[in-house]
């Protein structure tokens, strides 16, 4: 059984660029969520993506967008890069039986990817 | 509105005594709560999970926790610490697909 891995591990941009992050999820689950974690700070949920479509939002602007591949697979895209914006990207997989929403499910992470925005 | 709160940001015990960490939510009705654990560098890795099953949640490496409604309170609890126990702890509580919601950490560190 395969993780959860996200790719690149690290990655440095410069304010207004456009970053891509992708991340594979484990073998057997359906759903996919990303997370920001800020340096010293628990995460904080950005979105969720379920059968290739968005189905639940933190509050981040329209600029944070994802996709959600057939295999499950999943990119995390921020576009007009903020200093901000510099954290620890976490991606987590999980298997939703059926229905998208349940508090039951498990989230199995990634171990993320760190960005610096200069 | 719903919230988690995580009352220490950093615990300190000595090898071998107890260790408690502390979380309380706030929320309309029972959540499904979770706690996870993050050494550095490393994903997230989930310690325990209650979904309103038994309110003493058996979890992995000795830790187990306790859901008290009255007290809308999960903490975390371990008889007797251990040096790789040493790691950063989140209580996070999922409501629906738009309502995940972490704890902003503590970090527990063992003494020898």
């Known amino acids: 059984e395969t993780g959860v891995t996200q790719s690149p591990t690290h990655l440095i941009k410069t304010r207004g660029q456009q970053v891509t992050l992708r991340c594979s999820s484990q073998?057997?689950?359906?759903?996919v969520s990303w997370y920001q974690q800020a340096l010293g700070q628990g995460p904080q949920f950005i979105f969720q993506?379920?059968?290739?479509?968005?189905?639940g939002r933190g509050n981040f602007p329209p600029r944070f967008s994802g996709l959600q591949f057939p295999n499950y697979s999943s990119e995390l895209n921020v576009n007009a890069l903020e200093l901000d914006d510099s954290a620890l990207y976490l991606c987590?997989?999980?298997?939703?039986?059926?229905?998208?929403?349940?508090?039951?499910?498990?989230?199995?992470f990634g171990a993320g990817s760190r960005l610096t925005v200069l | 509105a719903q919230s988690v709160t995580q009352l220490d940001s950093h615990v300190s015990v000595s090898e071998g005594t107890p260790v408690l960490l502390r979380c309380n939510y706030s929320?309309?009705?029972?959540?499904?709560l979770f706690w996870y654990v993050q050494h550095p560098n490393k994903g997230l890795q989930l310690l325990l999970k209650?979904?309103?099953?038994?309110?003493l949640v058996k979890g992995i490496n000795g830790f187990e926790a306790e859901f008290k409604k009255s007290e809308t309170s999960f903490h975390l609890t371990k008889p007797s610490a251990h040096m790789s126990d040493a790691a950063e702890y989140f209580c996070?509580?999922?409501?629906?697909?738009?309502?995940?919601?972490f704890g902003s950490g503590t970090r527990l560190s063992i003494r020898p």
């Open positions: 987590a997989s999980s298997f939703a039986g059926g229905h998208p929403i349940s508090g039951a499910n498990v989230l199995t």
């Open positions: 993506y379920y059968r290739e479509e968005e189905n």
């Open positions: 996070v509580v999922i409501l629906s697909a738009s309502k995940i919601i």
């Open positions: 209650y979904t309103s099953a038994a309110t």
């Open positions: 929320s309309s009705y029972s959540p499904s």
């Open positions: 073998s057997g689950h359906n759903t």
